[in-house]
């Protein structure tokens, strides 16, 4: 079981900045690709953005493509996901996730979580 932990979320007014990361214990980590996972009452899953272990592949929604950036830096074990122009629709809790084998244009959730991490966005 690869553990995973998130910090950085809190509470953001509109139009606003956050950095999210997902730090890991375990030495492998930096051979998996990465996938953050939001969820909101009420809502559907939805995945937002991915990185490869190498960070040359990269995935967004386009629910926020444009806004957010992801990016790793393997020799702390922790990935980032850097939130800018937030809007009240990207309120949720956001998790990382070790995805399944990436062969698609979007790699499927996998079985690692964390913990998550409450963004909400309001005035």
């Known amino acids: 079981q690869v553990q995973l932990r998130e910090s950085g979320g809190g509470l953001v007014q509109p139009g606003g900045s956050l950095t999210l990361s997902c730090a890991s214990s375990?030495?492998?980590?930096?051979?998996?690709?990465v996938l953050w996972v939001r969820q909101a009452p009420g809502k559907e899953r939805e995945s937002v953005a991915a990185?490869?272990?190498?960070?040359?592949?990269?995935y967004y929604a386009n629910s926020v493509k444009g806004r957010f950036t992801i990016s790793r830096d393997n020799a702390k074990n922790t990935v980032y996901l850097q939130m800018n122009g937030v809007e009240p629709e990207d309120t949720a809790v956001y998790y990382c996730?070790?995805?399944?084998?990436?062969?698609?244009?979007?790699?499927?959730?996998?079985?690692?979580w964390g913990q998550g991490t409450q963004v909400t966005v309001s005035s």
């Open positions: 996730n070790i995805p399944k084998a990436w062969l698609g244009s979007v790699p499927p959730i996998g079985d690692h």
């Open positions: 990185i490869n272990w190498k960070g040359d592949r990269i």
């Open positions: 375990d030495r492998s980590f930096g051979l998996y690709a």
